[in-house]
């Protein structure tokens, strides 16, 4: 049987404050948490070996299909960007673009517009970079065909 490492009264003082709902002072007390205990000569391994679970610690990160619980996954919910009146506009470019280019668009540019023109979901800030710098080229030929 394994013998639990006492961790450092410090360090279980600290622990909580990694339940911080502002996210410097939980990476504060997780930075000083593992200060601790590097200088008492131990891990973050040594502190998961120390909680008692049914199923050793130490196997948890060899066993195969070991999923963490759900609270610990990192969201897979995209953040949004743009605001849904920006998505629009940048429809609504991309659409004037299209109905306006008259061939003054190069190919891997018309495939973009045509592409974009037809997309319901949110644009990158470098696509919507290109987008705006594409249409930003055609209003200023037609300014100047116009002069």
Not at 98 to 124: A, K, M, Y
Not at 136 to 142: I, S
Request: overall charge positive.
């Amino acid at each position: 049987m394994n013998q639990r490492i006492a961790i450092p009264p410090k360090v279980i003082k600290i622990l909580p404050l990694m339940d911080s709902p502002v996210d410097g002072e939980a990476l504060g007390a997780c930075r000083a948490a593992g200060r601790v205990l590097r200088h008492s000569g131990l891990t973050y391994r040594d502190l998961a070996a120390a909680i008692p679970t049914t199923v050793p610690p130490e196997t948890l990160h060899n066993v195969q299909g070991f999923e963490p619980s759900p609270a610990y996954r990192p969201s897979r919910r995209k953040v949004s960007v743009f605001t849904p009146a920006q998505t629009t506009h940048h429809r609504q470019m991309a659409l004037w673009v299209r109905n306006h280019e008259r061939g003054r668009l190069t190919p891997r540019e018309r495939e973009f517009i045509v592409n974009v023109s037809s997309w319901r979901r949110e644009l990158s800030i470098p696509q919507a970079d290109w987008l705006v710098t594409i249409c930003d080229r055609l209003e200023q030929e037609d300014r100047q065909a116009w002069a």
